[in-house]
């Protein structure tokens, strides 16, 4: 499947330019090379969902025109080796170390149509097949279930069917524009940009340990989305199923448009975008059988900011998640309010070299982490992260690179045995395989 992957985003850069179109349509076209306004057909300003990112942002994606359509294909592939040496809590296959790839490919589809824009939307990932023993290793990560139980200490796969979606935005007079965004699957307006589209978060091929407090909605099996925007600021709300995938990560797991949320998202200037937002995920979290599931209560807030200095671009995301709902303990629900907090930045020099790095603090409760004889209980844990991707070929519209990371998880004393004492490390070389940045 990661051959597939490779092979679609290859023919994408290897088809030549179409055709000129008429003179009408050219113009047309011509606006998606247009950097910060909101009425072209793509501007830098767009990132996952309908979620914006700073307008002083490179686009990356290989573009053809082709017939009277703005075509765009995305896309990212690491296949890395990860070690994590101290584990003595983890199960299923050799938990201390593993090769495995993530990877998504997205394609997309724009016109100018009655006055406005419409667009399509599909992405998907392979790691289904490219990543086993339920995902990703990665002390700390919780969420989601496999096997009829939850997951810890390792990031779920992201599902074959990650987005189908369109789009349609119209403008109202001056600078306001109307927006609806729906499809089988998508992101509903919840959350600060998903980590495998921030510019700070490109060149790393591990999640966030806060990921399930912050942007977890990125794939939702079916959503609504209507927005109204200025020049500098969106409002908008969704509804959508707040459910969270089954295991069976090949499948399209539908459920009722019943859960809520909304966005705010403030552009100051090209370089900083603030949002804050919040939802209510109906059945959301799956927990231990033959419990039901639970609701979450989600509130968000996020900072990002873009800044060249030459030759370099930097990148910071500054975010916070509070989650609050119903957990399962044994012969009870209680109710619990946890917090993250996530500080994440890169320093990448013309897609030749990229410094990047991470450092969280979480509320993980006991059970999330299988502490089970500390049913009630909350504990603050925390992870820092740091890493380097240097490029070593390119080829047509693709770059590929070799990158290192290094992470320690922090812990508490309840937690040590589990870890081989308060301080857990983390390796990992990986390679890598995207379209090369550039600025429309």
Not at 193 to 212: C, G, K, Q, V, Y
Not at 275 to 283: I, M
């Amino acid at each position: 499947m990661i051959r597939r992957l490779v092979t679609l985003i290859l023919l994408v850069a290897a088809v030549p330019q179409a055709s000129a179109q008429t003179t009408t349509q050219d113009q047309m076209n011509h606006q998606h090379h247009d950097t910060t306004a909101p009425g072209g057909l793509y501007t830098t300003r767009e990132a996952s969902g309908t979620s914006w990112t700073p307008a002083l942002t490179p686009m990356s994606g290989v573009m053809r025109d082709w017939r009277g359509w703005s075509l765009m294909l995305h896309g990212a592939l690491f296949g890395q080796v990860v070690i994590e040496p101290g584990d003595r809590h983890r199960t299923g296959g050799n938990s201390t170390h593993q090769i495995s790839s993530a990877n998504w490919a997205m394609a997309m589809a724009r016109r100018s149509l009655a006055g406005g824009r419409i667009g399509f939307r599909a992405m998907g990932s392979a790691e289904s097949w490219t990543v086993r023993d339920c995902g990703f290793i990665n002390f700390l990560a919780t969420g989601e279930m496999c096997e009829g139980d939850t997951i810890h200490d390792r990031q779920h796969p992201h599902d074959l069917i990650m987005e189908v979606a369109a789009e349609y935005d119209h403008p109202l007079g001056g600078a306001l524009r109307w927006q609806i965004y729906g499809g089988i699957a998508g992101e509903p307006a919840l959350g600060p940009i998903a980590f495998p589209h921030r510019l700070s978060a490109r060149a790393n091929p591990i999640a966030p340990i806060a990921h399930h407090w912050m942007d977890a909605t990125h794939i939702t099996f079916g959503v609504v989305t209507a927005g109204i925007s200025g020049d500098r600021w969106k409002a908008e709300t969704s509804v959508f199923n707040g459910r969270e995938p089954d295991d069976k990560r090949t499948g399209v797991d539908f459920g009722p448009l019943d859960s809520i949320s909304g966005r705010l998202s403030v552009m100051p200037s090209d370089t900083v975008v603030l949002q804050v937002s919040a939802g209510h995920l109906e059945e959301s979290e799956d927990e231990f059988p033959p419990e039901p599931r639970a609701d979450v209560d989600r509130v968000t807030a996020s900072a990002t900011w873009h800044r060249r200095l030459g030759p370099w671009l930097s990148a910071t995301t500054l975010a916070y998640g509070r989650n609050a709902g119903l957990e399962i303990v044994p012969g009870e629900r209680v109710r619990l309010v946890t917090h993250a907090a996530m500080l994440e930045g890169s320093f990448s020099r013309e897609d030749r070299e990229t410094w990047y790095g991470r450092f969280e603090i979480v509320g993980k409760p006991a059970h999330d982490l299988h502490a089970h004889e500390y049913p009630t209980a909350v504990f603050t844990v925390s992870k820092a992260q740091v890493g380097y991707e240097r490029a070593f070929g390119a080829w047509r519209s693709l770059i590929a690179g070799l990158g290192g990371t290094a992470a320690i998880s922090l812990l508490p004393t309840e937690l040590s045995s589990r870890y081989s004492g308060r301080i857990a490390p983390s390796f990992g070389v990986y390679l890598s395989l995207r379209p090369r940045s550039h600025m429309m």
